[in-house]
């Protein structure tokens, strides 16, 4: 049985930023496609004003999810992205504000309830504040945490650690202490080596040895008088050595077959085996 369906199963980009530059206007920042998809920055103000518009206007239905990024470097260090998704149109879009640590973003909360949970996870882990949010609180960390773990000048180890206390029967909270300091890996090839002096092998770089000078008439048994060892031991030697001729005149073993399995050395008799 096919379900046809009015949504495309690829949807086009095509004129999707001028519909929707139109309809935002001044609220619009900038509008541009990266990495396949469509990104618009609008004014933190008007954020809730824009999104409306999107949802009824424009069709997008269905807010995925709030993400947060951290740039430390500028003013306003974070991005919060909202990923809206429209059924109808089987198309996706970004739209993004930017804040610093203390100016709030308006919640969205009055458009999508699910709102709630995304922006109390954003607030959790980079700590932007959504004005507006009936329950703004932690969700992912504990309630007496310090900080925000997704800023990028957060420390990996954190600031406390807990555990639970035999002694005092309770969980308790203190500093961080390592047993080594953290590393930090660099993932290169141990085949290749490292291309700096690693910790403990701060040693004075050893010469190659010089190579040995070549020979300038190598010397060579053309002879047996050359060998040193005789006639006698040179007879001897013929003897006991099979020569490379010899070695490819004998015939090959056959290989063993089903008929013909390969026969297995004799064990040999001791004198604690019975006659």
């Known amino acids: 049985?096919?379900?046809?369906?009015?949504?495309?199963?690829?949807?086009?980009?095509?004129?999707?930023?001028?519909?929707?530059?139109?309809?935002?206007?001044?609220?619009m920042l900038d509008g541009r496609e990266e990495h396949g998809e469509l990104i618009f920055y609008v004014e933190r103000d008007s954020l809730e004003e824009s999104l409306r518009l999107l949802r009824d206007n424009h069709e997008y239905q269905q807010l995925m999810?709030?993400?947060?990024?951290?740039?430390?470097?500028?003013?306003?260090?974070?991005?919060?992205?909202?990923?809206?998704?429209?059924?109808?149109?089987?198309?996706?879009?970004?739209?993004?504000?930017?804040?610093d640590e203390v100016a709030p973003v308006p919640t969205v909360t009055t458009l999508w309830p699910n709102a709630g949970w995304y922006e109390r996870e954003v607030y959790d882990m980079?700590?932007?504040?959504?004005?507006?949010?009936?329950?703004?609180?932690?969700?992912l960390t504990d309630y007496g945490f310090q900080g925000h773990p997704f800023r990028k000048d957060f420390p990996l180890t954190g600031y406390v650690e807990l555990r639970y206390s035999e002694e005092d029967k309770r969980v308790v909270y203190e500093p961080v202490q390592l047993a080594q300091d953290?590393?930090?890996?660099?993932?290169?090839?141990?085949?290749?080596?490292?291309?700096?002096?690693?910790?403990?092998?701060?040693?004075?770089?050893?010469?190659?040895?010089?190579?040995?000078?070549?020979?300038?008439?190598?010397?060579?048994?053309?002879?047996?008088a050359d060998t040193g060892a005789g006639e006698k031991a040179n007879a001897e030697a013929a003897?006991?050595?099979?020569?490379?001729?010899?070695?490819?005149?004998?015939?090959?073993?056959?290989e063993p077959t089903e008929d013909r399995p390969a026969k297995k050395p004799r064990k040999k008799k001791t004198d604690g085996d019975g006659a």
């Open 182 to 224: 953290l590393r930090q890996f660099d993932f290169m090839s141990p085949w290749e080596g490292a291309d700096y002096v690693l910790p403990g092998d701060e040693k004075a770089e050893v010469p190659p040895a010089p190579a040995p000078a070549p020979v300038a008439t190598p010397k060579t048994t053309d002879s047996k």
């Open 239 to 254: 003897k006991a050595t099979p020569s490379a001729d010899s070695a490819k005149d004998a015939p090959a073993a056959p």
């Open 65 to 99: 999810d709030i993400v947060g990024v951290d740039y430390p470097q500028r003013p306003e260090r974070f991005d919060v992205c909202y990923c809206l998704l429209s059924l109808t149109r089987n198309h996706r879009i970004v739209v993004k504000v930017t804040t």
């Open 1 to 27: 049985m096919t379900v046809l369906h009015s949504a495309p199963k690829i949807a086009s980009h095509e004129g999707v930023g001028d519909a929707i530059h139109a309809t935002l206007g001044a609220k």
């Open 126 to 139: 980079f700590g932007v504040l959504f004005a507006g949010n009936p329950d703004l609180r932690r969700i």
